[in-house]
């Protein structure tokens, strides 16, 4: 079983920032993925940005050049820096992880997730 807590979340500002923060535990060989989704208000969740354990990453455009996805193998910890907030960042932040288990199964997780509201 893997366990993800999310934190960092807050009220901020237009243009100001956040750093979110995930760490992952229990038993499992390796984490494959790691990123974050979010949901906003009346609408579907959505992929923010995934760093991969060879060291890609992928952008939602909305978040391209505002947002940095960084991952902590060592420590299993994913984090993301969000500057320039808009007021339509706002939503619920989910952390996620693909894992490969003790005994190579695969799973996807899910972390409780974590709210981020820009005021305008």
């Known amino acids: 079983q893997v366990q993800l807590v999310e934190s960092g979340g807050g009220l901020v500002q237009a243009g100001g920032s956040l750093r979110l923060s995930c760490a992952a535990s229990?038993?499992?060989?390796?984490?494959?993925?790691m990123g974050w989704y979010r949901q906003g208000p009346g609408k579907q969740r959505e992929l923010v940005a995934t760093?991969?354990?060879?060291?890609?990453?992928n952008y939602a455009d909305s978040v391209k050049g505002r947002f940095t996805i960084s991952r902590d193998n060592a420590m299993n910890t994913v984090y993301l820096q969000m500057n320039s907030l808009k007021p339509e960042d706002t939503a619920v932040y989910y952390c996620?992880?693909?894992?490969?288990?003790?005994?190579?199964?695969?799973?996807?997780?899910w972390g409780q997730g974590t709210q981020v509201t820009v005021a305008s």
């Open positions: 996620n992880a693909y894992v490969v288990g003790i005994t190579f199964q695969r799973g996807n997780y």
């Open positions: 229990g038993s499992f060989f390796r984490i494959d993925v």
């Open positions: 760093f991969t354990s060879g060291g890609d990453t």
